[in-house]
């Protein structure tokens, strides 16, 4: 398969004080929509839409709309590519990719393991590989339930409340503890469970954390080896992807051909990426 990580060698045309001034405001942003979260947490949560295995709660969309009103009173020609929708063109050379609320099934039930995830991206230059053109500036993603905020611009380290973070180092894989994603299509079921029956005999433990940009965050942090999903919106994995590379681990992702803005996903410390491949049929494809 054409496996794609975030371009090493793009220089963003933004200016670094611009970079930290984004970084900054989508800081702000995160924070704002955590205290609702926060603050709604126990409440009865209004419904707008539910399926077999997801829901879409009103509050996803009232997050979204403080997001784009904070990132807009900084920066107010910058469009938002989010889960609740967009504003304006998200085709120009600078887009946000918000989601409100990421592990929103979780938030719904009322177990507090849901973030905010808010990434910059910037139209790549010619030459540069990415699948959408689009690569990654600045990552923000907040956990208000532990305080824990990751952050990183690219070619710069990556941070969890302000402490520089790495991945692990472990080596064996059975010593790994790795994290899976189910999604809520059954063929993404259909792919991920060989691969749990799989693994399940073969590393220490195997997690399923319900939300995709702290699954990238906890890896990039050390606490997780391995996360693998086989269809993720970009929302999801935008921000905790750089995160993820600026930590030194291994984030690569394929397009899924006819989905909007869905990839499969491989991330790892950069230390499993060949035995992960070898394990994981929809890897090679």
């Known amino acids: 398969m054409s496996r794609f990580a975030l371009p090493t060698s793009f220089s963003p045309h933004m200016k670094n004080s611009e970079v930290q001034r984004a970084l900054k405001v989508a800081i702000a942003a995160a924070k704002a929509a955590g205290a609702v979260m926060i603050k709604n947490f126990h409440s009865v949560k209004k419904v707008n839409e539910a399926s077999q295995h997801d829901i879409k709660l009103e509050l996803d969309v009232r997050c979204q709309k403080l997001i784009e009103r904070t990132l807009a009173a900084a920066m107010p020609k910058i469009p938002v590519l989010g ?28 177990i507090p393991h849901a973030c905010v995830s808010i990434a910059l991206q910037e139209r790549v230059s010619r030459g540069a590989v990415t699948p959408d053109g689009y690569a990654t500036i600045v990552g923000v993603v907040l956990d208000p339930f532990v305080n ?54 073969r590393v220490r433990k195997v997690r399923m954390m319900g939300s995709a940009a702290l699954s990238l965050t906890y890896v990039a942090s050390g606490r997780m080896d391995v996360y693998l999903e086989p269809g993720v919106r970009l929302w999801d994995i935008a921000a905790g992807g750089l ?12 397009p899924v051909a006819g989905e909007y803005h869905t990839y499969r996903l491989g991330v790892n410390n950069g230390a499993f990426r060949k035995q992960i491949t070898n394990a994981v049929a929809w890897l090679r494809e």
Not at 154 to 160: F, H, P, S, V
């Open 83 to 110: 889960e609740e929708g967009d504003t304006g063109s998200t085709q120009g050379e600078l887009r946000w990719v918000v989601d409100p609320i990421d592990g929103t099934v979780n938030f719904a039930y009322g």
């Open 243 to 254: 995160i993820v590379q600026c930590a030194g681990g291994d984030f690569f992702y394929q």
């Open 148 to 201: 824990e905020l990751w952050t990183a611009t690219l070619g710069g380290k990556a941070r969890l409340n302000g402490r520089v973070i790495s991945v692990s180092k472990r080596r064996k894989l059975e010593e790994a503890i790795v994290t899976v994603g189910f999604a809520k299509h059954p063929r993404t079921l259909n792919q991920m469970l060989p691969v749990l029956n799989d693994l399940v005999h």
